[in-house]
């Protein structure tokens, strides 16, 4: 298994501005995950993060607005950019592990307020 | 491509009662499944998996899923809940090789005491 760790754990920011979610791994990693968890609805994925390549994006979501970071194995940094209300969400991260078998490690999320 | 439908948004059922939650995939290859749980104001956590072999799968917490690929379902069952389950239950599905993983809508489960 692989424990995961993000920070912050919640937050309230103000429309407009820009808040950096980190995600720490205790273990090195092939792909790391990003989603958004909307108020009362699934997991969306926002993009995959390997290390030494810029991230995939999904469809419906632009590294503008969503910069990512992988500068190594067990770390990566998600961006939400130019807040509104709408990206009121839990943003989680995820990771497969290098040697596990096939399901993903989520950490616990941080659940961001934009006002 | 691959889909998810979880047909119950939510499941209320009295303690000590046996439940099943149910999942339908549809893909055009092989896949493997998963059930996750997510408890209040938390990430979310592997109950079990399914990626070959035999079809009953036994995860943590006393849950059990049955894989059949006839009916391409993947049905979620506990034969006894207790209060500490009350939680949100996502089923996934994905094609293995880690591509994306895709996830139901969820279903929530309260546990009535």
């Known amino acids: 298994s692989a424990v995961i760790s993000q920070k912050p754990s919640r937050d309230i920011c103000q429309r407009g501005t820009s808040l950096t979610i980190q995600c720490q791994v205790d273990?090195?990693?092939?792909?790391m995950f990003w989603y958004r968890q909307q108020p009362g609805q699934s997991l969306t994925l926002i993009a995959t993060?390997?290390?030494?390549?810029?991230?995939?994006?999904e469809s419906g979501f632009v590294i503008d607005k969503f910069p990512i970071s992988r500068p190594n194995l067990t770390f990566s940094t998600l961006t939400v950019s130019n807040m509104s209300p709408e990206d009121s969400s839990i943003y989680l991260c995820?990771?497969?592990?290098?040697?596990?078998?096939?399901?993903?490690?989520f950490g616990p999320g941080t659940r961001l307020t934009v006002t | 491509a691959q889909s998810v439908t979880q047909l119950d948004s939510q499941v209320p059922v009295f303690e000590e009662a046996p439940v099943e939650l149910r999942c339908n995939y549809s893909?055009?290859?092989?896949?493997?499944l998963f059930w996750y749980v997510q408890y209040p104001n938390q990430g979310l956590q592997l109950l079990l998996k399914?990626?070959?072999?035999?079809?009953l799968v036994k995860g943590i917490n006393g849950f059990e899923a049955e894989f059949n690929k006839s009916q391409t379902s993947f049905h979620l069952r506990k034969p006894s809940v207790h209060i500490s389950d009350t939680a949100e239950y996502f089923c996934?599905?994905?094609?293995?090789?880690?591509?994306?993983?895709?996830f139901g809508t969820g279903t929530k489960l309260q546990v009535i005491p």
């Open positions: 995820s990771v497969v592990h290098t040697r596990g078998g096939q399901e993903q490690y």
């Open positions: 399914y990626l070959s072999g035999s079809t």
């Open positions: 993060a390997n290390q030494g390549s810029e991230a995939t994006y």
């Open positions: 996934a599905v994905s094609p293995g090789g880690y591509q994306k993983v895709t």
């Open positions: 273990s090195q990693v092939t792909m």
């Open positions: 893909s055009s290859v092989s896949v493997y």
